[in-house]
């Protein structure tokens, strides 16, 4: 009698178990926490609760001498803290304390701000030289994400010259990163670059450093915004239903100036006109535009400083929505995921 009992709650347990849908998939509502020169505690943590925000990037760097250099200078005691290892693990463990989870994403930077995009070698010896200083740049970062158990691991930012040159290099590199590594993978490719990045396949999330162009104007509305995003959300969608992946902004946002919303990628210095508007209206054109589109799985909004009550505010031109209008409009939309 007992065992027919057990025999029937086994098979009624199994029969659940495989009719149970699995769990929505988490939207990444994330910024992107920029390092400093300091450890982070609890209190730089706070006003990233207070947006609402569930995953942070965590982004140590990696320094280039030149475009023409092979060799990436890292961990070192010249280095700011949070661009070191042990910065890295110390903004990542203060995250999970706070229950934000964190895509570790170790970038690059060339000599005097060189788009990292034309990265490339003359020679096969140089290209071999590049590779292994890179290999041993992120395979540290992906045994440390592996250590804090980061939920997303980014191999590469904006890096087309050299993916395009040795994708041998890459895909052999994801296998080797998937032997010390075992959550989730992404590349960031530039907006431009995605289409032709050839190793989704390899990776869990298409991810997109998202500066597409949405709207000429000095002050774009919010419905010019939206209307430009209608021929990228069709490209978008596409590509990642020929791909079978979701889509994940490894960057995105606006500056508070003029024509924002025209060549979002732009940080030059000569752009200094603050225009507070505009920045909340392609912000909020962005989330009414794709942030419930069946392929997004969300982002990492650029750009987020530790010290809250000191960076942002009304007189700032930067990316970062920290005190000024568009800081509230983050809130709302990721409040509501």
């Given at each position: 009698m007992i065992k027919t009992v057990l025999q029937s709650l086994i098979?009624?347990?199994?029969?659940?178990?495989?009719?149970?849908?699995?769990?929505?998939?988490q939207k990444v509502n994330g910024i992107s926490f920029v390092a400093n020169r300091s450890p982070v505690d609890s209190s730089h943590v706070a006003p990233v609760l207070d947006i609402n925000a569930n995953y942070a990037a965590v982004m140590p760097f990696g320094f280039v001498p030149a475009l023409d250099k092979a060799q990436i200078i890292y961990n070192t005691d010249r280095q700011w803290?949070?661009?070191?290892?042990?910065?890295?693990?110390?903004?990542?463990?203060?995250?999970?304390?706070?229950?934000?989870?964190?895509?570790?994403?170790?970038?690059?930077?060339?000599?005097?701000?060189?788009?990292?995009?034309?990265?490339?070698?003359?020679?096969?010896?140089?290209?071999?030289?590049?590779?292994?200083?890179?290999?041993?740049?992120?395979?540290?970062?992906?045994?440390?994400?592996?250590e804090e158990n980061a939920a997303i691991f980014c191999i590469g930012t904006e890096l087309e010259q050299f993916v395009v040159n040795r994708p041998a290099f890459w895909?052999?590199?994801?296998?080797?990163?998937?032997?010390?590594?075992k959550g989730k993978l992404t590349y960031a490719a530039n907006w431009d670059e995605y289409k032709r990045t050839p190793f989704w396949q390899q990776l869990d999330y298409i991810g997109i450093d998202a500066y597409f162009p949405v709207c000429d104007d000095q002050t774009p509305t919010v419905a010019c915004a939206i209307e430009g995003w209608t021929k990228w959300k069709e490209e978008i969608s596409a590509f990642a239903k020929a791909q079978q992946r979701k889509v994940l902004f490894t960057?995105?946002?606006?500056?508070?100036?003029?024509?924002?919303?025209?060549?979002?990628?732009?940080?030059?210095?000569?752009?200094?006109?603050?225009?507070?508007?505009?920045?909340?209206?392609?912000?909020?054109?962005?989330?009414e535009a794709v942030w419930d589109e069946e392929w997004m799985a969300g982002g990492f909004l650029w750009k987020w400083f530790?010290?809250?009550?000191?960076?942002?505010?009304?007189?700032?031109?930067?990316?970062?929505?920290?005190?000024?209008?568009?800081?509230?409009?983050?809130?709302?939309?990721?409040?509501?995921?």
């Open positions: 098979i009624i347990l199994v029969l659940q178990a495989c009719s149970a849908q699995p769990a929505p998939e803290y949070g661009e070191t290892r042990e910065g890295g693990r110390n903004y990542v463990a203060q995250l999970h304390d706070k229950g934000i989870d964190v895509m570790l994403k170790p970038q690059i930077w060339i000599r005097r701000g060189e788009f990292t995009g034309y990265l490339k070698m003359e020679t096969e010896e140089e290209w071999l030289a590049l590779e292994q200083s890179y290999r041993d740049f992120i395979m540290d970062y992906a045994t440390l994400a592996q895909q052999q590199l994801i296998k080797d990163i998937k032997k010390v590594y960057e995105y946002g606006y500056r508070s100036v003029d024509y924002t919303g025209k060549e979002p990628w732009r940080s030059d210095r000569s752009m200094t006109q603050v225009n507070l508007e505009a920045q909340v209206n392609v912000t909020k054109a962005l989330y530790i010290h809250h009550d000191r960076v942002g505010g009304p007189e700032n031109s930067q990316f970062t929505p920290q005190n000024k209008p568009a800081q509230d409009i983050v809130k709302e939309y990721y409040g509501r995921n």
